[in-house]
């Protein structure tokens, strides 16, 4: 946003709490490398040049691929700087930080989709012996006590640390709920570039029959390894890892799972059946069908008869669960009524409620691809026009300035 606002000669400033790449710098695991290719890591004037666009990067890659964009962008950030509130006054906002105030006519909040960890309701009643733990927290298996592990989500997440935790040699049970199936390659090109390619990743906010649902999908059960490598739940089963039901509540300390995991996975089998179709149908009106690698389909996932309903957290069997149930924004410092019952702010494609605010990086904001770091640049593009467009209009004249 600040490279597209700068490219239209608007005045702006970046407030940042912590330092450029916060997130990847505190908030990710040691393993982690990101799940879309290095070739999708593109923001406004600006891509990944490396020699291994197909490979995938590792978090200190990306932290100094964004640093150096700071840096190349002159973005003008102020770091260390923590909004504590935002409210609107007169024809603009007011912003409380711990370095003073700012005033302005427009805010971009680009805070991130993903500032806490969202733990299920019953999390409360996980016995006191039993030690829990979210993605933002965890670092690496050795954290981990010795013993059994509950993680909780099925999606990117969950799918990921289910797999190094279990390797590490903790006996993982996973509770599997909706979740997203999808081959790491498919005819030899990875799934990313065929969503990219086939245009579904392009697909509009206003394009799309159920936003709300859109808006809610979990990740894409995919892993970036450099071996390319497939990671869905028969690779789990496959090195033990046992699978239950959706975790539906705990009572008296016993964790109680959904009876509908088969009907969960042969779901997810079914829609990953219609994907990889809608793209074998895109790839033949599109004559590729002579350079890539016929079409094969996956075996479906395999769950054993009678998953486990219940586990009694108090008996010892499990020590550490792992809440992979996703993340939600923090938008406690958020003083403007623009926010719906579930927390979320009411947007058109960015464009809050609330006259010159803006939102950026949120899950299906404007495009499929949104929530990516490849989705920005269209978006900032779209939102800062329409910026330039409300300044225009707006009377007294844009100004931008630090209380004193
Ligand atoms: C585990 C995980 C893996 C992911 N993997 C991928 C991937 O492989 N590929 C991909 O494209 N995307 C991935 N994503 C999504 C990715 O995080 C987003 O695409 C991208 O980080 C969005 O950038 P952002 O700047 O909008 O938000 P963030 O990266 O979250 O940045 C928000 C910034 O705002 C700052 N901030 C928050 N509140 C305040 C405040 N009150 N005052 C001042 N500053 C504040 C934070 O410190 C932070 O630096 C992943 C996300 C997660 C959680």
Same mark, same amino acid.
């Given at each position: ?275 990889? +179709?809608?793209? $074998? ?12 690698? @016929? #079409?094969? %389909? /996956?075996? &479906? ?77 269209? +978006?900032?593009? $779209? ?12 009377? @007294? #004249?844009? %100004? /931008?300035? &630090?209380?004193?």
């Amino acid at each position: 946003m600040s490279c597209c606002l700068s490219e239209r000669s608007i005045a702006h400033v970046v407030l940042e709490r912590a330092e450029v790449a916060n997130a990847w710098k505190t908030e990710r695991w040691e393993s982690l490398r990101l799940l879309t290719p290095n070739w999708q890591s593109r923001l406004p004037n600006y891509r990944y040049e490396g020699d291994d666009p197909d490979g995938y990067q590792a978090v200190p890659e990306l932290i100094e691929f964004l640093d150096r964009y700071a840096r190349l962008i002159s973005a003008p950030v102020r770091t260390q700087t923590n909004v504590i509130a935002l409210s609107r006054v007169d024809d603009g906002y007011l912003l409380n930080t711990d370095q003073g105030e700012w005033r302005c006519r427009t805010v971009v909040i680009a805070t991130g989709a993903c500032n806490i960890a969202a733990v299920p309701s019953c999390g409360s009643a996980v016995p006191s012996t039993v030690r829990t733990l979210t993605p933002m927290r965890y670092r690496s298996p050795r954290q981990i006590e010795p013993g059994g592990v509950l993680v909780v989500g099925a999606s990117a997440t969950g799918i990921q640390l289910a797999d190094e935790i279990h390797r590490s040699g903790h006996p993982v049970t996973l509770c599997v709920g909706d979740h997203i199936r999808a081959p790491r390659l498919y005819r030899g090109k990875d799934i990313q570039w065929w969503m990219d390619a086939s245009g579904l990743f392009d697909q509009r906010y206003d394009q799309v029959e159920d936003l709300t649902r859109a808006r809610r999908l979990p990740s894409m059960q995919l892993v970036g390894t450099p071996e390319r490598l497939t990671l869905d739940l028969n690779a789990l089963s496959s090195i033990g890892v046992k699978l239950v039901g959706r975790l539906a509540g705990i009572r008296d300390g016993t964790a109680q799972f959904s009876g509908a995991l088969r009907n969960q996975c042969a779901l997810a089998d079914l829609k990953m059946g219609r994907l990889l +179709d809608s793209f $074998d149908s895109w790839a033949r009106d599109h004559g590729l069908e002579d350079q890539i690698e @016929p #079409p094969i %389909r /996956l075996p &479906p996932t395999d769950v054993e008869e009678s998953p486990r309903l219940e586990l009694n957290l108090a008996s010892g069997e499990i020590k550490t669960i792992v809440w992979a149930s996703g993340y939600r924004p923090d938008y406690s410092w958020l003083h403007v009524p623009v926010l719906d019952r579930k927390g979320q702010i009411r947007h058109d494609g960015g464009v809050a409620e609330s006259p010159g605010m803006y939102v950026l990086g949120l899950q299906f904001l404007r495009r499929r691809k949104s929530a990516f770091i490849d989705g920005a640049a269209d +978006d900032a593009n $779209d939102l800062s026009d329409h910026l330039v467009h409300y300044l225009k209009r707006a009377d @007294p #004249p844009h %100004r /931008l300035a &630090p209380v004193c």
